[in-house]
């Protein structure tokens, strides 16, 4: 299920995605095999072609140590 319904959302969480991967150094294949999602998954929700679930955006969160509304807004 999507959570994003406005594509402005959408663009905001890849653009933070790519901003807080990039900063703290992550491969994004770590990232996704810490959340269990497939490595193209992970590609696609930093492409901006698709969005996390809910339970992943949580455990997204987590992997990364900031809040969930520093992702989305």
């Given at each position: 299920?999507?959570?994003f319904v406005r594509?402005?959302?959408l663009i905001f969480f890849k653009e933070m995605l790519k901003e807080i991967v990039k900063?703290?150094?992550?491969?994004q294949n770590y990232l996704a095999q810490r959340i269990g999602v497939s490595t193209v998954t992970f590609?696609?929700?930093?492409?901006g072609k698709s969005s996390p679930s809910k339970k992943?955006?949580?455990?997204?969160?987590?992997v990364l140590?900031?809040?969930v509304?520093?992702?989305v807004h």
């Open positions: 299920m999507n959570i594509s402005e959302t900063a703290k150094g992550f491969k590609s696609n929700w930093v492409k992943h955006l949580e455990k997204l969160s987590a140590e900031v809040p509304k520093e992702l």
